[in-house]
């Protein structure tokens, strides 16, 4: 659904922003987002077709963009990922991490491999990108000027303020992320005047994150639950995203805000 921003069309402007998994699904629609709220864009992910396409899609908007492959679970793309955005746009303002991995599978059946794997995706890599990014991030960074700082958003989840089936891997990489994000807050908040915060999405349309882990009961049955009984859109997500990390966010520090329309506490009515 195409709605006009409430935001001013340069609140993020001459900001570079770094997306991991911002060629599809909830990261793209930051991307755009803050593109046309006047950022220049970096995307990173595994599929170059994927990267290809979304890079296309901004720049017919008018957006400068550009797109990396890497693995957020390599260290070594990590760091060539942020330098080559660093190369391209000269600073790095703004490190978006909405790279995450996920499938359905009972704690039954899956591996401790298959557990390992989305903590590296979500968790390592989160946190993976975030060391790698400090040197350009913070005060007298990289191509910064000694004033300017810059901030971080961690795309979570709120599987694990309850207790959500199938699903105990992604919980605990989303717990983990969302530590990660208070106590670099706190480190580098205290330290570098960093901002990290995070946004926890509820059930969003047309991502793969719908599509791949709420087949139709949530567009049925759960429904009748939510307090504001819709699912939200990534467009919600993105106006969070500018909250955060615009200047309107300015003394928000260390928080993950959930953008659910109250889902996650809602009950059957008695
Ligand atoms: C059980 C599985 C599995 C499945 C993989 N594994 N898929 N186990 N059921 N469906 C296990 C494998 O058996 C293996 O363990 C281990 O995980 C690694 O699998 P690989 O296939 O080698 O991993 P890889 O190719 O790196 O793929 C990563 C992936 C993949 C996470 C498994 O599905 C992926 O990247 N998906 C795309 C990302 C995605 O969907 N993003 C949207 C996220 S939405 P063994 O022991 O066999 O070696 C989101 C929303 C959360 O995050 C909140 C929603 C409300």
């Given amino acids: 659904m195409a709605m006009e921003s409430p935001f001013k069309a340069d609140i993020v402007k001459g900001k570079v922003v770094l997306i991991t998994g911002g060629g599809s699904g909830i990261g793209f629609e930051i991307s755009t987002q803050l593109g046309k709220h006047g950022a220049?864009?970096?995307?990173?992910?595994?599929?170059?077709?994927?990267?290809?396409?979304?890079?296309?899609?901004?720049q017919s908007l008018g957006i400068q963009a550009v797109g990396f492959e890497g693995d957020v679970r390599k260290q070594e793309d990590a760091k060539r990922v942020i330098e080559s955005t660093f190369k391209h746009f000269g600073h790095i303002d703004i490190l978006?991490?909405?790279a995450a991995g996920n499938f359905l599978v009972s704690a039954e059946d899956l591996?401790?491999?298959g557990f390992r794997t989305v903590m590296d995706i979500d968790s390592v890599g989160?946190?993976?990108?975030?060391?790698?990014?400090l040197n350009y991030l913070k005060k007298g960074g990289h191509g910064r000027s000694?004033?300017?700082?810059?901030?971080?958003?961690n795309i979570s989840a709120t599987?694990?303020?309850?207790?959500?089936?199938?699903?105990?891997?992604?919980?605990?990489?989303k717990a983990a992320v969302d530590s990660i994000t208070r106590s670099l807050a706190l480190e580098w908040g205290t330290d570098y005047d960093i901002r990290v915060n995070g946004i926890a999405p509820g059930p969003i349309g047309d991502t793969p994150g719908m599509s791949k882990l709420a087949p139709d009961e949530i567009r049925s049955k759960s429904r009748e639950n939510m307090p504001l009984y819709k699912i939200g859109d990534k467009w919600d997500i993105a106006m969070a995203a500018l909250y955060l990390v615009s200047d309107a966010g300015k003394y928000v520090n260390g928080t993950t805000l959930i953008v659910d329309g109250g889902y996650w506490l809602s009950r059957p009515r008695d």
């Avoid at 599987?159 to 990489?173: D, G, K, M, N």
């Fill in 40 to 58: 220049s864009v970096a995307i990173m992910g595994r599929r170059k077709s994927v990267l290809d396409a979304a890079v296309s899609a901004l």
């Fill in 96 to 98: 978006v991490n909405a």
């Fill in 111 to 113: 591996s401790p491999n």
């Fill in 126 to 133: 989160t946190f993976t990108m975030c060391r790698e990014a």
């Fill in 146 to 153: 000694s004033s300017g700082v810059g901030s971080i958003l």
């Fill in 159 to 173: 599987l694990h303020y309850t207790a959500s089936w199938y699903q105990i891997h992604v919980s605990a990489a």
